[in-house]
């Protein structure tokens, strides 16, 4: 079945840092690819989505890129903030078109120190 | 904007003891789903619902029941709870399903001692 993989953490990363949280993936077809953040007491918010290889999705400053060929869609922040810190997901849709859903990785914890 | 909205947001059960969740969604969604999350494991699928009158099981349907009555309710039922069922449940919602993101509510956490 399809299945997403993530580091898990916790990343711990000083204000203004690079940021790369890899997100690999299996999955029979061409899944569409998302990440959702989640702050402390909050539900999942989508931060951005790719439905196609080479899409790069983009939102609030992360991008990540679909890469069909290493199975893979990581998360970039070129410059990362305190207000960054939470937990983020990696998921993908069932390109069947299936109602099951997302397929979700298990989070990955980021703490920013100022 | 309400989107999602759960209820209640905290609650402590006795083992056995039976409870309702209720999820309500004002975006005239489809597609209805509830997922628990546990620590290193990620949200997990409980039951789903792809339209008023329909449910189906997901990952982890044992020990819940789902009724979807009203297209914006989507109900999950613990009838005897069990501690193993101790989670932050979240319910979520979309148009339709393949390519589309999921909205999310911000979660009941229920504690089962």
């Known amino acids: 079945g399809d299945s997403v993989t993530q580091m898990e953490g916790p990343v711990t990363l000083s204000e203004e840092a690079f940021l790369t949280i890899n997100c690999t993936y299996t999955?029979?077809?061409?899944?569409?690819l998302f990440w959702y953040v989640q702050y402390p007491g909050e539900g999942l918010q989508l931060l951005l989505k790719?439905?196609?290889?080479?899409d790069k999705g983009s939102n609030k400053g992360f991008e990540a890129t679909y890469r069909k060929e290493t199975t893979s869609f990581h998360l970039e922040k070129g410059s990362v903030q305190v207000s960054d810190s939470a937990v983020y997901f990696c998921a993908l849709s069932d390109s069947g078109g299936g109602a099951d859903g997302l397929t979700f990785g298990k989070g990955t914890h980021l703490i920013i120190q100022p | 904007n309400a989107g999602v909205t759960q209820t209640p947001k905290f609650r402590v059960l006795k083992t056995g003891q039976s409870m309702t969740l209720l999820c309500a969604q004002d975006?005239?969604?489809?597609?209805m789903y509830w997922y628990r999350q546990d620590p290193g494991m990620g949200l997990r699928l409980i039951h789903y619902s792809v339209g008023e009158g329909t449910t189906a099981k997901g990952e982890v349907p044992d020990g819940y029941n789902v009724s979807r009555l009203k297209k914006q309710n989507f109900l999950l039922g613990l009838e005897s709870a069990a501690p193993s069922q101790t989670s932050v449940y979240f319910c979520?919602?979309?148009?339709?399903?393949?390519?589309?993101?999921?909205?999310f509510g911000n979660g009941t956490r229920l504690t089962v001692t």
């Open positions: 979520a919602s979309s148009p339709w399903t393949g390519r589309q993101a999921l909205h």
């Open positions: 999955a029979t077809g061409y899944p569409s």
């Open positions: 790719a439905t196609k290889a080479d």
């Open positions: 975006m005239n969604h489809e597609y």
